[in-house]
Antibody, heavy 119, light 110 residues
Framework: QVQLVQSGAEVKKPGASVKVSCKTSGYTFTTYDINWVRQASGQGLEWMGWMHPNSGNTGCAQKFQGRVTMTRNASTSTAYMLLSSLRSEDSAVYYC????????????WGQGTLVTVST | QSALTQPRSVSGSPGQSVTISCTGTTTDIGNYIYVSWYQQHPGRAPRLIIFDVSQRPSGVPDRFAGSQSGSSASLTISGLQADDEADYFCCSYAGSYTFVFGTGTKVTVL
């Protein structure tokens, strides 16, 4: 079955960067986009961006432009999300998500990675 | 892109029906048929329960029904059960391969 397994929790200082990994299995990695969604504690879901593993093409929400970089290693079926210039408001659980065949049908989620930004 | 607007909470007794609204604009819900809904229990990742406005993935009971009218969408849960108590989020395609989520609604089973 489809599985997305993310890297462990991170604690970072303001201004630093964090890189979250998402190892996929159970399907052909290059066939589906990988999206990233985050959720601050007690808050709603926030869509961050997407990457197509085959082409490497990416896109993101306007508020993350210039701060988020999405990459992949097709040989290990792993996607990565790098968020730079961290601030306290970036403290959240970050999810990698694989959509189904229908647009916006995010049907497979990683377990989430808690990123804490604190002095 | 602003978050879609949902009521903060709704509640109902077991067996009753509840409806959650999701209000967007003509740049998201009002312009596309790609509305999805997610259920999230505490400490868990979200789970897709509706896609393409009203389609249910395999394994999702037909007690969950989605609809859309203009720039708003709705999720109705009928025959409310204790396990339906969770947070629910809508999501819409917003063009140029961007998406926007709703603010989230907590469903309480009384």
């Amino acid at each position: 079955q489809v599985q997305l397994v993310q890297s462990g929790a991170e604690v970072k200082k303001p201004g630093a960067s964090v890189k979250v990994s998402c190892k996929t299995s159970g399907y052909t990695f290059t066939t589906y986009d990988i999206n990233w969604v985050r959720q601050a504690s007690g808050q709603g879901l926030e869509w961050m961006g997407w990457m197509h593993p085959n082409s490497g093409n990416t896109g993101c929400a306007q508020k993350f432009q210039g701060r988020v970089t999405m990459t992949r290693n097709a040989s290990t079926s792993t996607a990565y999300m790098l968020l730079s210039s961290l601030r306290s408001e970036d403290s959240a659980v970050y999810y990698c998500v694989r959509p189904g065949p229908a647009r916006g049908s995010f049907d497979s989620w990683g377990q989430g990675t808690l990123v804490t930004v604190s002095t | 892109q602003s978050a879609l607007t949902q009521p903060r909470s709704v509640s109902g007794s077991p067996g009753q029906s509840v409806t959650i609204s999701c209000t967007g604009t003509t740049t998201d819900i009002g312009n596309y048929i790609y509305v999805s809904w997610y259920q999230q229990h505490p400490g868990r990742a979200p789970r897709l329960i509706i896609f393409d406005v009203s389609q249910r993935p395999s394994g999702v009971p037909d007690r969950f029904a989605g609809s859309q009218s203009g720039s708003s969408a709705s999720l109705t849960i009928s025959g409310l059960q204790a396990d339906d108590e969770a947070d629910y989020f809508c999501c819409s395609y917003a063009g140029s391969y961007t998406f926007v989520f709703g603010t989230g609604t907590k469903v309480t089973v009384l």
